[in-house]
RNA sequence: GCCGCGUUCGUCUAGGGGUCUAGGACGCCGGCCUCUCACGCCGGUAACACGGGUUCGAAUCCCGUACGCGGUACCA
């Protein structure tokens, strides 16, 4: 294994779709590994599939990476010593490759059409053994360079027949590795089929490109997610096919749904759990909260610590803290750790993300006012458009009254109180919360009734609630005029 | 079916032969604070999948079973 190479690790995705959660947390992992060890951090894009590739999704890969703030060290847009970083773009190289291992004999063509890959399946199918192999039994009986003649198989190719590359599998051998996270892992490789390397239209598989560039990159840690593990001998084949070192492994564990499940698109919204980064961006949480639960799904700083920022990610990160069993995502932590972000937000910027978030909702407060509003709510919220979206009476008059508040607080003579409340506050010298509660118990002192007899009504009468920020803050936020206004309308309409 | 990997509170996890009457966090419940709701603080609930073995001693090591997940494509 390459352990005294320099370290480099690369986020190979491919661009078939919208990136996933559990991609981001691949890329995270292989991020602080690689700001750990003052490595690179390669982004490479994975194209090999034309029939699945979708155009916006590399675009939205960039952007994921940016908005969580993982910097890329190489890559499409990076450049660097490797390029091109689309295996698209290396077609060629890789039958280069392949022919290579065909000529040194890891490696065969093969000529069978789809239609004789079914028959021989569906033949050789039996409920013990629902999906039989192409492997050193069944390759006997294709067509392929073993079984056919040197001179049917240069015809065919001078033909221009259709063919693949199938990598040979060795046969009753065992393939041993060490992986980082999951310790010794073995598989025989009599259970192994003849992975096709090259596909007949040209382009390599996963596993060929996978490998091939892994090595030219001299990538030395391949930490990537469990999916991959079972095809992990495979690759190990190939490298000593080729006489290449096997980079250092880690498969991650995967992210599981709260049911249990793969985290699916469908039980996730069913669950209000995205399952695409950009839908995580689009629900308002904080990348570094995002960052931070992810890093915690499936990794322990080995301390009681739970707060991170991705530089202290950086530093807290190692492999072997990373567990081995699935993950089960777990929204309500997300949720806490969103908050605890947001609480940590230096002023300026916290104003600015709920400027933002109030503009969106058609609002557009001063900074001053705005900035006393995240003073009275910031400790209620988890997310910061709620900081808007759930306390709009600091923007607009309500509209209707807390039905149980208005049953348990609105008394018969609520109205009244407030009413001369409204004309104390209409009289006041000054409009801050020592004034409104001085004047508040002023006049509840004057009516001998408690504070709260005012208290409660003010509050339902102001924000149409019967919780949130304490009146007096809540009233200075709103404003006198408003204020007034609110508890006429309340007195008149709730009589 | 076969192959592989996994299994500690509901969830994320600590612990890796004695320090474990199993620790932390989220959630949940209760209390304090209090004009309400939150925040904060205090307290509580709740777990070693099961069965065998090894050992003076097992959550920790071994075997088996069960269950879960992944793979089993000219997808990645």
């Given at each position: 294994m390459a352990t005294d190479s320099?370290?480099?690790?690369?986020?190979?995705?491919?661009?078939?779709?919208?990136?996933?959660?559990?991609?981001?947390?691949?890329?995270?992992?292989?991020?602080c590994f690689a700001r750990k060890h003052d490595g690179a951090f390669i982004l490479r894009i994975e194209d090999t599939d034309r029939a699945r590739y979708v155009d916006a999704a590399e675009e939205d890969i960039r952007e994921a990476l940016e908005w969580t703030g993982l910097d890329i060290d190489e890559g499409p847009d990076a450049g660097g010593p490797h390029a091109p970083y689309y295996q698209s773009e290396r077609k060629e190289a890789y039958r280069t490759y392949a022919e290579q291992l065909v000529e040194d004999g890891h490696a065969y063509y093969a000529f069978d059409t789809e239609d004789e890959l079914d028959a021989m399946r569906?033949?050789?199918?039996?409920?013990?053994?629902?999906?039989?192999?192409?492997?050193?039994?069944?390759?006997?009986?294709?067509?392929?360079?073993?079984t056919l003649s040197d001179a049917k198989v240069d015809e065919l190719l001078d033909a221009g027949a259709e063919y693949v590359i199938r990598l040979k599998v060795p046969q009753g051998e065992k393939i041993h590795f060490e992986d980082e996270v999951r310790g010794?892992?073995?598989?025989?490789?009599?259970?192994?089929?003849?992975?096709?390397?090259?596909?007949?239209?040209?382009?390599?598989?996963?596993?060929?490109a996978n490998v091939v560039d892994d090595h030219r990159m001299e990538i030395s840690h391949v930490i990537r997610g469990e999916e991959w593990l079972s095809s992990t001998p495979k690759h190990i084949l190939m490298y000593r096919a080729f006489g290449w070192d096997v980079p250092t492994l880690a498969h991650l564990p995967l992210i599981l749904s709260p049911n249990g499940g793969k985290l699916s698109k469908r039980d996730a919204d069913e669950m209000g759990i995205p399952v695409f980064v950009t839908d995580y961006k689009e629900a308002g949480y904080e990348p570094e909260a995002l960052v931070n639960y992810l890093a915690l799904l499936g990794w322990h700083p080995g301390d009681d610590r739970e707060l991170f920022s991705l530089d202290e990610l950086v530093d807290a990160f190692s492999l072997d803290r990373v567990g081995s069993s699935g993950t089960q995502f777990d929204a309500d932590k997300l949720r806490w750790i969103n908050e605890q972000h947001l609480r940590e937000k230096d002023d300026a910027s916290l104003l600015e993300r709920v400027r933002d978030v109030a503009a969106a909702e058609g609002y557009t407060p001063s900074d001053d006012a705005l900035q006393e509003i995240i003073d009275l709510t910031l400790d209620r919220v988890q997310m910061a458009h709620e900081i808007v979206t759930d306390n709009r009476y600091f923007f607009e008059d309500p509209e209707t009254y807390e039905e149980a508040g208005v049953e348990k607080r609105w008394k018969d003579d609520s109205a009244d109180l407030l009413l001369a409340y409204a004309d104390r506050l209409e009289a006041a010298d000054a409009f801050d919360t020592d004034t409104?509660?001085?004047?508040?118990?002023?006049?509840?002192?004057?009516?001998?009734?408690?504070?709260?007899?005012?208290i409660h009504p003010a509050r339902l009468a102001v924000s149409g609630r019967s919780y949130g920020p304490g009146v007096f803050g809540l009233m200075v936020g709103v404003g006198r005029d408003a204020c007034i206004r609110r508890m006429r309308t309340a007195a008149e309409r709730l009589g």
């Open positions: 320099p370290v480099r690790v690369r986020f190979a995705p491919s661009p078939t779709g919208l990136l996933h959660i559990g991609g981001l947390r691949t890329a995270l992992y292989n991020y569906a033949s050789l199918a039996t409920e013990e053994n629902p999906n039989p192999k192409y492997d050193a039994q069944t390759r006997t009986e294709m067509r392929n360079s073993l010794h892992v073995s598989f025989d490789a009599s259970g192994l089929d003849d992975q096709v390397l090259l596909k007949s239209d040209g382009m390599p598989t996963y596993h060929l409104v509660e001085r004047e508040l118990r002023d006049l509840a002192d004057a009516h001998d009734v408690g504070a709260g007899r005012i």
